[in-house]
């Protein structure tokens, strides 16, 4: 079988900035209004009042200081709390496809493809914009390529599940070169008027060019190794979907149809499932930890990242070793992997070995070995 490389990556960030002082001010004034309109239950008992948020309790929580998202008016304003993205006609090109061009065409810069050269698109995101057609497809067409493309829906592993399934394909000759995709709009999906979580997510696109080693630029990553993992959990969870509409009290403002997660049981529980799942995939490899350069984990927590890589490491490791990325662009879902990747892999040499590892909704998690070429 041919030898597989990653030989460019992408990412386009929006340019809006939310700050954690204007996000906890927004919040802060949504919940003295709700408290007011609600004081008389909350007075009887009948329900809680809401707590105010802090930058403290946000950047203790997760490590996040800001985040990148499409829109920041909606999502700042007291009386709205989310994005306002206007309706796109049927014959323009979609919002998440547009960042997935973006990132795309970049990754290919850097891979020194065009489109000839590209066979498939895989646009691999923890939501899509539609049902269908899939988005995979309108990509490859406002890119110009030929071939095949779809969609791929593993929640926050759907990148690395991405690149084995690109990885797979091109080692057994079924196509050249991949493009793989992550557009996420997570700010659309999360509630931000829940104080546990409205800190969370922010927005991006990654991308990624996946093809065959004897043809790749120098200073590539060469594939090693993939592995996916999945067990079923309801501890992160979004319930909205197609059948919302054929469920009868399902119409209505439901905070189930967006984003949960029951975060400390997913931190206890996540934990050691990745860790052991890294330390047995390098095993099965026969690679020591030692040799291990980089490790560019999921950013949605630091210090869930944090013990993981001490776990795999056996000891803590140093921001070089392990690259968080969150602080600027919180939780993007698919994509932290690999914008962790995109930005801390060209200071290492040929010869060096890393682990791209992603986990979350599914239980979900993937991990790519890698070494320089």
């Known amino acids: 079988m041919d030898s597989v490389v990653i030989s460019g990556t992408g990412v386009f960030t929006p340019e809006a900035v939310i700050s954690n002082a204007e996000l906890v001010d927004s919040y802060n004034e949504y919940a003295r209004r709700w408290n007011e309109r609600h004081a008389a ?20 929580a997760s ?24 309706e796109r006609r049927d014959d323009e090109l979609s919002l998440m496809a547009e960042m997935a061009v973006d990132a795309a065409t970049k990754a290919l810069a850097e891979a020194g493809r065009t489109a000839a050269d590209i066979d498939a698109v895989i646009c691999a995101a923890s939501n899509m914009e539609r049902a269908y057609p899939a988005m995979a497809i309108e990509i490859q067409q406002a890119l110009g390529i030929e071939g095949f493309a779809f969609d791929l829906n593993v929640a926050c592993s759907s990148a690395t599940f991405g690149i084995q399934t690109a990885a797979d394909m091109v080692r057994c000759g079924s196509a050249r070169a991949i ?49 996916c993992r999945t067990q079923f959990s309801n501890a992160i ?34 934990v050691p499932w990745v860790s052991e799942m890294m330390l047995q995939h390098l095993a099965d490899e026969d690679i020591v930890v030692e040799r291990i350069s980089r490790l560019w984990l999921h950013q949605a927590n630091k210090g869930m990242n944090d013990l993981i890589g001490q776990r795999v490491l056996g000891r803590a490791p140093s921001p070089g070793e392990q690259p968080n990325i969150l602080q600027e662009y919180a939780n993007t879902s698919s994509a932290g992997s690999i914008i962790a990747f995109a930005q801390y892999k060209d200071d290492l040499v040929a010869g060096d070995l890393g682990v791209i590892c992603s986990f979350g909704a599914g239980y979900s998690a993937g991990s790519v070995i890698v070494r320089k070429v």
């Open 41 to 60: 239950e909350i007075e009887s008992g009948a329900v809680e009042a809401k707590t105010p948020s802090s930058e403290e309790f946000i950047v203790k």
């Open 63 to 86: 490590g996040i200081e800001r985040r990148h998202v499409i829109d920041k008016t909606g999502v700042l304003d007291p009386d709205r709390l989310y994005p306002h993205l206007p």
């Open 179 to 227: 493009l793989m995709v992550n557009p996420e709009i997570t700010s659309g999906h999360l509630e931000w008027r829940d104080r546990d979580c409205h800190f969370i997510f922010g927005d991006v696109c990654t991308a990624v060019v996946i093809e065959r080693g004897e043809a790749a630029r120098p200073g590539s990553f060469e594939v090693i190794s993939t592995r």
């Open 237 to 270: 969870r979004n319930n909205n979907g197609f059948l919302r509409r054929t469920r009868d009290g399902h119409m209505e403002d439901r905070r189930d149809m967006l984003f949960m997660q029951e975060g400390r049981k997913v931190f206890r529980q996540v």
